[in-house]
């Protein structure tokens, strides 16, 4: 009897646990990230990345499984500045990618343009930028997964003449496509429950001094001033209105309701500036174990919309697998039809691919941090 020389077993044997090994082999999927990471607001672009990597992580060590493949989530993050032009650059870079999701652009004024060439290339876009347009628009690959302009800057507008009973109120926004977007909404509401407007003053995301605007604005006499824009403004903006003896309070929408505002403003700040934001972070079982795991990983506490980003990548992961897809026009549908629970609340579209809940919480400065008054 004839035998196969051992050398030759031995190869064979390492020939199947090669292919084994390739057929038991995870399926990376590249996923896309656009933020600002350098620039006045790279803090919140920071927090956003790490809400996502987190995510992925969490992911990746679980094993998730899309049709008969155990998937890998491997994350493009790309730094598009808060700049339109930039995120463009930064869109197109990642549809030449293939990556099968984006994260982001955290900025109105980036999510607009962007978000064409996202659905044009059939990626699913999955952003925080609030302003009503970017879902406007039609397209079928877009998703807003927190509260838009409408929701932050009414109800803020709701809250001030309701509870604060302003009558009066300045209005200042940074030009870029978030900050009017807030300031229309906040006006819509605040006229129609008894509010004047008895100024309205412009400026840019890069400014830093508003002492000509605050001058005019103290000579008409208003309750309040609404900001819209972000706190890298907000915060020397409301230092100004204190040494001009501007002793009012400043309101604003989600982009100031952070601490960062609290510690670049410092006592001007605190008792004197109200905010909104949408959804957050509930008192529940899941939320405490998201903030504990959170500052566990980076030795920081998360800013707002670290969970945004954490959620919506687990949205994703969740469509992929019911769809036994991670291809956009397979998964992205199964996605518009979701009723996902995430940390931060349960993530259902309507038929513009807004949340269909989104409630707002209402927030005061107090020892340089937002602290909640109200839900509306």
Known sequence: MSRTPPCRLTIAAMLVGVCCQALAADIVVKVGFSSPLTGAQAAAGKDNERGLRMAIDELNQNGIKVGADTVR???MVEDDQADPKAGVAVAQ???DAKVKAVFGPYNSGVAIPASKLYNDAGIVMATVGSNPKITLQGFSNVFRVSASDSQLGGKMALYAAKELKFKRVSLIDDRTAYGVGVVEEFTKVAKANGIEIVSRDFTNDKASDFNSILTNIKSKNPDAVFYGGYFSQAAPMKRQMKSLGLNIPLLGGDAICDAELGSLG????????????????????????FV????????AKPMFYAVSFYDAMKLV???????????PAKYGPIMAQAAYKGVAGTYEFDANHDLKSSPVTIFLF?????????NY
């Open 73 to 75: 989530f491997e994350a």
């Open 93 to 95: 870079k990642l549809v």
């Open 266 to 289: 410092g006592d001007a700040v605190n008792g004197s500036v109200y905010c909104t934001q949408g959804g957050g972070l509930l008192k529940t079982n899941s939320a405490e174990t």
């Open 292 to 299: 504990a795991n959170f500052e566990k990983r980076n030795n």
């Open 317 to 327: 992961a969740d469509s992929m697998s019911k769809a036994g897809s991670v291809e």
């Open 366 to 374: 107090k020892n340089g941090r937002p602290e909640p008054l109200a």
